[in-house]
């Protein structure tokens, strides 16, 4: 089995930074892909970010420029810098990964989601 846990969510003022973790555990054979989606009330699960097997990131047209997702290999781990907060960004965070494992073949897991608060 695979598990994301994810960590590094809080109350922050309009103009601040958070950083965002999620570490990945269990019988992984490869990492393919890992990203963020968030879900605001009242508003579609959108996706933030996505960092591929090759390193390659992509961002949501709204977070370019302020927020950074980068990769640590050696400890499973992919985490989102985000500056220059602003209330829009107010959501909870879901981090995903597409993982292979010795349980199944190519399979999409999700983190348990942690709230980000942009509040003056």
């Known amino acids: 089995q695979v598990q994301l846990v994810e960590s590094g969510g809080g109350l922050v003022q309009p103009g601040g930074s958070l950083r965002l973790s999620c570490a990945a555990s269990?019988?992984?054979?490869?990492?393919?892909?890992m990203g963020w989606y968030r879900q605001a009330p009242g508003k579609q699960r959108e996706l933030v970010a996505r960092i591929t097997n090759g390193g390659s990131p992509n961002y949501a047209d709204s977070v370019k420029g302020r927020f950074t997702i980068s990769r640590d290999n050696a400890k499973k781990t992919v985490y989102l810098q985000m500056n220059s907060l602003k209330p829009e960004d107010t959501a909870v965070y879901y981090c995903?990964?597409?993982?292979?494992?010795?349980?199944?073949?190519?399979?999409?897991?999700w983190g348990q989601g942690t709230q980000v608060t942009v509040s003056s």
């Open positions: 269990g019988s992984i054979v490869t990492i393919y892909a």
């Open positions: 995903y990964g597409s993982i292979s494992s010795n349980s199944r073949g190519l399979y999409s897991y």
